[in-house]
Every structure is written in structure tokens, then in C-alpha cells.
């Protein structure tokens, strides 16, 4: 039988079946992913001042850091958002990437340990220093782990007994994999 996930690979799929996790997947496949932006994911993007992208071509994988004032990124369609490149230090190393293969990966977040994290997988297109990105996925990131830069605090959640909210989401919490301790 085929597998109807759009999001996930038979890489991800064999790790998910042998942790237990393959449910919890496929609900938050089914819940949390979504083909056009929310109010929400619009208001994170566009009073980011940063965001990091992932892109590769010819086997070379790259992750950069993006920054501009708030606002340099534009939600310009129900999937879609574009930026103009900001000069750099002429290595193109995202641009040339994506000149090559069209497929990034784009994760938005705040450093505070609480706001939304997103994550968006689609398809660019540049224009001289121009960037058009169409999203195919777009989904929130694991709360787990982040720390509040501002502050200096790490993650509440590095205390193995305090469980994430998500894991209390009646499409959830019935079923989490049979060695979570939050079951």
C-alpha cells in the first residue's frame, strides 16, 4: 500500500515505526500541517527579523541565517513569500543553491522559550537577488528545547518529567508511543 503522507519519507517512516511513533506523526501530519498560511504563521513572518533556510544542490547541503529589519519578509499570496537578498559576504551559497534546486526548507522562530516556530517547505525562485518561495508544507515547529536568549534560560523542558502541551491535545495523548513517560 502506498503511504498517503506527503510529508514524511520511508527514511522517516522506518525511524517512526521502530520508536513508536508513526501515530503521533500522522496526527500532527493530519492537525498541524497545512498548504496555505494562517493568521498566525503570517504574523510570525513578517515581524521576524531573521529566519534560517536550508537548500542544497549537487550534494552540497547549506543552512543560512537571513536577517533584515522586521518586515523584509513578505507573505505575498495564501502560500507564498518572498525577500530580496541582502548583501552578504559573495560566497551565494543560498542563491546559487536554489539557482540549481528549487527546494528549501525555511524555519521561523522567536529565541523567547514560548512563541510559534514554523517551519515551511516549498519550492524558490530567484530573480536576480529576489526570492520567491511557494509553500508545500507548512507546519509548527516542536516547542521542546528552545531557550529564552533573552533571558538566558534553557528550556523548562529539559526537566524530562514537565510535558510539552502538545502531548495533552485530545487528537494526541491517547496516542503516544507505549514507552513515552507522558502516556
Known amino acids: 500500500m502506498d503511504d498517503p503522507s506527503r ?6 517512516r522506518a525511524l517512526q515505526d521502530a520508536f513508536d ?15 496555505e498560511f494562517w493568521p498566525d504563521d503570517i504574523s510570525l513572518i513578517e515581524a521576524s527579523p531573521f529566519f534560517f ?10 543552512v543560512s541565517f537571513k536577517g533584515g529589519a522586521p518586515g523584509f519578509v513578505r507573505v505575498t499570496g495564501p502560500a507564498s513569500l518572498e525577500w530580496e537578498e541582502l548583501d552578504g559576504n559573495s560566497m551565494y551559497l543560498t542563491l546559487g543553491n536554489l539557482a540549481l534546486n528549487p527546494g528549501c526548507a525555511l524555519l521561523f522562530m522567536r529565541f523567547d522559550g514560548a512563541s510559534l516556530r514554523l517551519r515551511i517547505r516549498g519550492q524558490a525562485r530567484v530573480e536576480g537577488k529576489q526570492v520567491r518561495v511557494t509553500a508545500t508544507d507548512i507546519f509548527p515547529n516542536c516547542p521542546r528545547y528552545i531557550p529564552n536568549l533573552a533571558t538566558g534560560e534553557a528550556s523548562a523542558y529539559l526537566d524530562p ?11 494526541i495523548k491517547d496516542i503516544l508511543p507505549d514507552r513515552d513517560p507522558h502516556r
Open 53 to 62: 533556510i536550508a537548500s542544497g544542490a549537487e550534494g552540497q547541503m547549506d
Open 21 to 35: 511513533g508513526r501515530r503521533v506523526a500522522d496526527a500532527l501530519e493530519r492537525h498541524r500541517r497545512h498548504e
Open 161 to 171: 518529567a514537565l510535558a510539552p502541551a502538545w502531548k495533552s491535545r485530545d487528537y
Open 7 to 12: 510529508l514524511y519519507h520511508p527514511g522517516n
